[in-house]
């Protein structure tokens, strides 16, 4: 298949995974994880339907929001400091900050080019030492200091299960899903009601994230890869 027909299949196979869990289709972002394909790749998924984009590396992501600014490109990969003010300006939304000296740094480079950046907190829910994040019991300390700086909007949070184990990674999310109900319940309403984002489920795991809520499923190889089995 095409990567034009990966995309509206896997569209339709979103769409009925939300009508089985009750959920209305639209509130799921079928974000398209590009970071393995070029500027041709990206073209045929936006002709099938697909208008948001992740992408892990800043090159990337500044050379192809520059080919496709229409486009909305978020942000999932690993944050360096001294990137920021290339990831800043082309990100609609920033899925990756754990870091507290980068949201500050965040706030100030939106702030220099007079822009709110939509950021999500990753959290470590699962422990595991191979992936990064925030760990739950610092996420309060974390999300005190982002609501803080006025250039940053938190929208919500993102996780990733552990692989192999579709239980396992439901639980994951299910926990990330409660975790997102007890800080958006403390905080004050504005901040409550921009917070309504979660980022979670990959091409192995989104039903498992769709079935705890997830708001935006981030979906590479089912996509752009020829020999994913779907
Ligand atoms: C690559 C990547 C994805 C997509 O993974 P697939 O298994 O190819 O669907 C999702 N999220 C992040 C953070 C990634 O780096």
Known sequence: ?????????????????CRRCGRNPEE????????????LGVDEAR????????????????????????????????????????????????????????????????LAIGKVQQVLLEVNVSGE???SGIAPDQLPDMLGAVLALP???????????????????????ADLRKLAQSERAKMPADAAAAF???SMGMSEDWRQAIA???????????IFSDDFGR
């Open 196 to 198: 309504d984002q979660l």
């Open 1 to 17: 298949m095409s990567i034009a027909e990966n995309y509206k299949e896997v569209r339709a196979q979103v769409e009925d995974e």
């Open 28 to 39: 799921v972002v079928l974000l398209a994880v590009s970071k393995t394909t070029d500027a």
């Open 129 to 131: 030492e191979s992936k």
């Open 212 to 222: 705890e809520g997830s708001t935006i499923v981030r979906i590479g190889r089912a």
């Open 151 to 173: 250039n940053v909007k938190v929208r919500g949070l993102m996780t990733m299960a552990p692989q192999g184990d579709l239980a396992v990674a439901q639980e994951c999310f």
């Open 47 to 110: 002709s099938a339907g697909a208008q948001d984009f992740g992408e892990n590396r800043p090159d990337q992501l500044v050379e192809k929001f520059g080919a496709f600014p229409q486009l909305r490109w978020h942000f999932i990969g690993n944050i360096q400091s001294r990137r920021i003010r290339d990831i800043v300006p082309a990100a609609e939304l920033i899925h990756s900050l754990y870091k507290p000296e980068h949201a500050v740094k965040i706030n100030d480079d939106a």
